[in-house]
T-cell receptor, first 114, second 113 residues
Framework: GENVEQHPSTLSVQEGDSAVIKCTYSDSASNYFPWYKQELGKRPQLIID?????GEKKDQRIAVTLNKTAKHFSLHITETQPEDSAVYFCAASSGGTSYGKLTFGQGTILTVHP | ETGVTQSPTHLIKTRGQQVTLRCSSQ?????VSWYQQALGQGPQFIFQYYREEENGRGNFPPRFSGLQFPNYSSELNVNALELDDSALYLC????????????FGPGTRLLVL
């Protein structure tokens, strides 16, 4: 089955800096890659997703890049703000009979210092 | 449009007991997936229901079972609770099982003593 590795496990940045979180996946059939933000005690919130027919997607300060050949994808947050502090999870789904089965990474605790 | 809701928010049980968790999907969504999130870990897929039928299952034993009702709400049942079942249980709904975008509920935190 699919395996998703996420790095780093913790990331500390100063307000205004950029943050990058990287994930690798094992199943070459995976074709959907969402990123979720989870604040303490709250539900995971979808912040951006990308499908395998696209190499990059951007939404304001957040961008995701995908390298299918190397089987890795990354989340980029620019101009970080204290409210970006949360746990971020990447995930992968391979479609077919695995539609809706998201395999998650272990999470990255992002702390943005004012 | 209402979001995904879950009940109860918290639950304490003892080993060997049985528990039922409930989920109401987002308006218009007919597919519900259940995940288990242990402390400090990413969510793990338990199973998915589409139009009242199980449509895929993760690596969980048969004592984890579910139901989906005609209104697309869903239940997760866990029998013979073990200490390791202590976790946050999340449900997520999607518009169709072919639509991969999933929206999560707030979760039910289960503690097994």
């Amino acid at each position: 089955g699919e395996n998703v590795e996420q790095h780093p496990s913790t990331l500390s940045v100063q307000e205004g800096d950029s943050a990058v979180i990287k994930c690798t996946y094992s199943d070459s059939a995976s074709n959907y890659f969402p990123w979720y933000k989870q604040e303490l005690g709250k539900r995971p919130q979808l912040i951006i997703d990308i499908r395998s027919n696209v190499g990059e997607k951007k939404d304001q300060r957040i961008a995701v890049t995908l390298n299918k050949t190397a089987k890795h994808f990354s989340l980029h947050i620019t101009e970080t703000q204290p409210e970006d502090s949360a746990v971020y999870f990447c995930a992968a789904s391979s479609g077919g009979t695995s539609y809706g089965k998201l395999t998650f990474g272990q999470g990255t605790i992002l702390t943005v210092h004012p | 449009e209402t979001g995904v809701t879950q009940s109860p928010t918290h639950l304490i049980k003892t080993r060997g007991q049985q528990v039922t968790l409930r989920c109401s999907s987002q308006s218009g969504h007919n597919t519900v997936s259940w995940y288990q999130q242990a402390l400090g870990q990413g969510p793990q897929f338990i199973f998915q229901y589409y139009r009242e039928e199980e449509n895929g299952r993760g690596n969980f034993p048969p004592r984890f079972s579910g139901l989906q009702f005609p209104n697309y709400s869903s239940e997760l049942n866990v029998n013979a609770l073990e200490l390791d079942d202590s976790a946050l249980y999340l449900c997520a709904s999607s518009l169709e099982y072919l639509s991969e975008t999933q929206y999560f509920g707030p979760g039910t935190r289960l503690l097994v003593l």
